[in-house]
């Protein structure tokens, strides 16, 4: 049986969550800029920022905060410090 190399599991259980906020985060920017013509890349990127901006700070009804304020909140999580490699031994080689 062959090993996924993803770090996800077999069968995601937040797959369809993820999913639905990426529907909902992308029918928000597009309905507020449907109505709108951009000259430049600048002003699209503008508008994407402002209606971001609206999303993570719109309060959740079931949570009663903001998306913004539970990722704030929400402790980050530091990678494991790597093994430092031993280079004696190459450095020796290399001297020879």
Do not use: Y
């Amino acid at each position: 049986m062959a090993r996924r190399s993803s770090g996800t599991a077999a069968r995601p259980k937040d797959e369809s969550k993820v999913e639905n906020g990426v529907r909902f985060a992308q029918s928000c920017i597009l309905g507020l800029a449907a109505h709108l013509i951009f000259f430049s890349l600048a002003e699209a990127n503008a508008a994407i920022r402002q209606a971001l901006d609206r999303i993570n700070d719109h309060v959740m009804r079931r949570l009663g905060v903001s998306r913004r304020r539970v990722a704030l909140d929400t402790p980050t999580r530091t990678a494991p410090p790597r093994p430092t490699e031993d280079t004696s031994l190459r450095d020796q080689w290399n001297k020879n």
